[in-house]
């Protein structure tokens, strides 16, 4: 079993940044990619950034990628979102979820955290 919880969310102003946090328990977290997905009001939950188990790949969704850095500690069982030049259209629920598959559906994530609000004012 792996446990999920996500921090760092808040209000910003267009432009700034948010630095997400997301800590894990269990063992079997450094075995597992882990993901960062998104849910705007009124919209489906979409993909943002995904992370392997080492930490060697990563991938971004085209609407992030240059301005959002995915990065994990498996030391200290946490994964980061570095979000930069932040748009209202970045404005979300941000959940992390993990393993096994981990890949851009969410259906190949089996732990998902409760999510951190991001709200960007324009």
């Known amino acids: 079993q792996v446990q999920l919880v996500e921090s760092g969310g808040g209000l910003v102003q267009a432009g700034g940044s948010l630095r997400l946090s997301c800590a894990a328990s269990g063992r079997t977290f450094t075995n597992y990619p882990v993901g960062w997905f998104r849910q705007a009001p009124g919209k489906e939950r979409e993909f943002v950034a995904r992370?392997?188990?080492?930490?060697?790949?990563?991938y971004y969704a085209n609407p992030v990628k240059g301005r959002f850095t995915i990065s994990r500690d498996n030391a200290k069982k946490t994964v980061d979102l570095q979000m930069n030049s932040l748009k209202s259209e970045d404005t979300a629920l941000y959940y992390c979820?993990?393993?096994?598959?981990?890949?851009?559906?969410?259906?190949?994530?089996?732990?998902w955290g409760q999510g951190t609000q991001v709200t960007v004012s324009s």
């Open positions: 979820a993990a393993g096994p598959y981990g890949l851009e559906n969410a259906s190949t994530y089996a732990y």
């Open positions: 992370i392997s188990g080492s930490g060697g790949s990563t």
